[in-house]
């Protein structure tokens, strides 16, 4: 089943002599389950991609649909509702609040929602993560790649459609980053996760049911891997 439907997507930034055409003509389609690379290299487009897939950014043109839902005609509103529950988004960098510890940072997005915890998910998620015992510790009190799993269970814990993740292991060693790789590919797994992540990194690539290049602002390859 089609989960994304990305219709000639482009972007363009700035204007006049400064103006940069981000994404060109951008057409792809995702399945339901599905974990799909993105690569190519800095600048390429990457970021922007995901970030408009995600609603944080809003295409110059084209048409992306999540779930059949055309996601950029909906009103402000309804959009950041779509934000909070149909995606999870993860960081090279984890974005986690400093001031909140490992619970209440995965709970954010289900308060702001105005939602009730669902207790047993939330079990569910810190016991798969690895940080049932760090769950009072706050971000300064963990390691870089336990800060990433805490990301990974704050944009797990609504069960998005679709988690996007833009270089996730960009700031780790490589076990550290391939712990996070098999994290989500378990989320994938055990939950049918759609996942598409940005990689530099060839080996994670690979582990992918599909490796889609950017270029320019372009796609260049578009290969199932498995
Ligand atoms: N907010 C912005 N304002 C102006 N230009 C931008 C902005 N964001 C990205 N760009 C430009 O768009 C192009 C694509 O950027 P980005 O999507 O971040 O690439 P990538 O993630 O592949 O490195 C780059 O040339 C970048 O400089
Ligand atoms: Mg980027």
Do not use: W
Request: contains cysteine; glycine residues 8%; neutral net charge.
């Amino acid at each position: 089943m089609e989960l994304l439907k990305i219709e000639n997507l482009c972007k363009t930034y700035g204007k006049g002599e400064s103006q940069v055409m981000a994404l060109d003509d951008v057409t792809l389609s995702v399945e339901k389950g599905e974990f799909v690379a993105i690569i190519g290299s800095s600048g390429s487009g990457k970021s922007t991609l995901l970030h408009i897939v995600g609603g944080v950014d809003v295409p110059t043109s084209g048409k992306v649909y999540l779930d059949g839902q055309d996601v950029y005609a909906q009103k402000n509103e309804k959009l950041a509702i779509f934000r909070r529950r149909q995606v999870g988004l993860i960081y090279q960098f984890y974005n986690l609040i400093p001031t909140l510890n490992v619970v209440e940072n995965i709970t954010l997005p289900v308060l702001m929602d105005k939602r009730e915890v669902n207790k047993e998910r939330l079990e569910e998620l810190l016991e798969m993560l690895g940080l049932s015992n760090r769950r009072n510790h706050l971000p300064n009190q963990l390691s870089g790649g336990q800060q990433q799993r805490v990301s990974i269970g704050r944009a797990l814990m609504n069960a998005p459609a679709v988690m996007l993740a833009d270089e996730p292991t960009g700031n780790l060693d490589s076990q550290n980053g391939q712990e996070i790789i098999k994290l989500m590919k378990e989320s994938n797994k055990k939950y049918g996760q759609t996942l598409i992540v940005v990689t530099h990194d060839e080996n994670i690539a690979l582990q992918a049911d599909r490796i889609i290049g950017i270029s320019d602002g372009k796609i260049s390859r578009n290969e199932r891997v498995r």
